[in-house]
């Protein structure tokens, strides 16, 4: 990975997504913006503005996130799970997406963006 990723983050805890930011800056890679909501992430991917995305699993209120992962894969953008651990396994076809388990390490970022980047 030599290039800067710009990196998408849905998250819906505040703390948890300036975590990331530092991380992914402290890496190398630029916050290209936050989603909070599934409605706001979607918007964002319509966008386009990423290389990568690190998606929270639950947004509000147990919200879950896989219409956002729908959209991911249709956009053909790379992402991270990110969980704390699944209550419920995710649906099929987004069974073998890689994970970013939670509590977040800058290593274990570090892994998982290189993981996703090499693969597509």
């Given at each position: 990975m030599t290039e800067p990723l710009?990196?998408?983050?849905?998250?819906?805890?505040p703390l948890i997504a300036m975590v990331l930011e530092d991380y992914i800056e402290s890496l190398g890679h630029e916050l290209?913006?936050?989603?909070?909501?599934?409605?706001?992430?979607?918007?964002l991917?319509?966008?386009g503005a990423f290389d990568v995305a690190i998606l929270d699993v639950h947004l509000r209120g147990g919200e879950p996130?896989?219409?956002?992962?729908?959209?991911l894969v249709a956009a053909e953008k790379p992402f991270l799970l990110a969980t704390g651990g699944h209550v419920e396994p995710p649906p099929p076809q987004h069974d073998g997406a890689p994970v970013l388990t939670?509590?977040?390490?800058?290593?274990?970022?570090r892994s998982g963006l290189g993981g996703i980047t090499a693969a597509a």
């Open positions: 710009r990196i998408l983050v849905v998250e819906d805890e290209a913006g936050t989603a909070d909501s599934v409605d706001t992430a979607l918007a991917i319509s966008d996130s896989w219409p956002v992962a729908d959209a939670k509590p977040f390490t800058m290593e274990g970022l």
